[in-house]
């Protein structure tokens, strides 16, 4: 039986084997202590009856928009996968961010190449592509940006100015051609000043 609770200060050491052993991307221990003393209740761990961490979610508030949580980083060990564990993670960050924060969202990235992580974000997470981040990664691969509301008239509001961006730069294309078009050379004509020229013919 695994059981989800708040990270505590004496599971750092066991969330960063977690990442170590299951993510290309790796942090520093200063950093999972960085995490746990700016954003103590965003962040869970999933311990099985032994008392050992399979699995951590590390979530926080975005630093450059106080109303978006992100998620730093996700893992659940090889054995304990396909469990659901993953997605009872997200759920309880999820919930965290918007009881603590009062935040309206909540991103993440992902590599292209990592379905599975994709399929779970995407197919039941409810998650949507943002954005494809160009060579974000370390090893220059590319990333999904994908987001999630987590109040339903934030999502709709984000909508309706998609839509808005959307039609004003079919708007300026559309504009733009039309620049182009006047711009085009026009075709010599024969007539001068309203006068036909005469065009000598050579036998």
């Not at 992100?70 to 090889?78: D, Q």
């Amino acid at each position: 039986m695994v059981s989800i609770r708040p990270c505590q200060i004496g599971d750092l050491m066991s969330m960063q084997n977690a990442n170590l052993t299951c993510l290309p991307e790796n942090y520093q221990m200063k950093y999972y202590l960085y995490h746990f003393l700016t954003w103590p209740q965003t962040s869970f761990v999933a311990e099985d009856d032994k008392g050992n961490v399979v699995g951590y979610v590390l979530a926080k508030i975005d630093e450059n928009e106080p109303k978006r949580g992100h998620i730093t980083s996700l893992a659940v060990l090889r054995s304990q996968r396909k469990l659901g564990i993953a997605t009872k993670l997200m759920k309880q960050a999820e919930v965290a961010l918007l009881e603590v924060y009062d935040a309206d969202s909540v991103s993440l990235h992902v590599r292209k190449s990592n379905r599975a992580a994709f399929s779970l974000y995407h197919e039941v997470l409810k998650f949507k592509i943002d954005e494809i981040e160009k060579e974000y990664y370390g090893d220059k691969e590319d990333a999904y940006s994908m987001v999630l509301y987590l109040k339903p008239e934030v999502e709709e509001e984000k909508e309706r100015e998609k839509q808005l961006e959307k039609i004003n730069k079919a708007a300026k294309e559309s504009i733009e051609a039309a620049k182009r078009a006047n711009e085009q050379p026009k075709p010599v004509s024969n007539v001068i000043h309203g006068k036909k020229k005469n065009v000598k013919k050579i036998e």
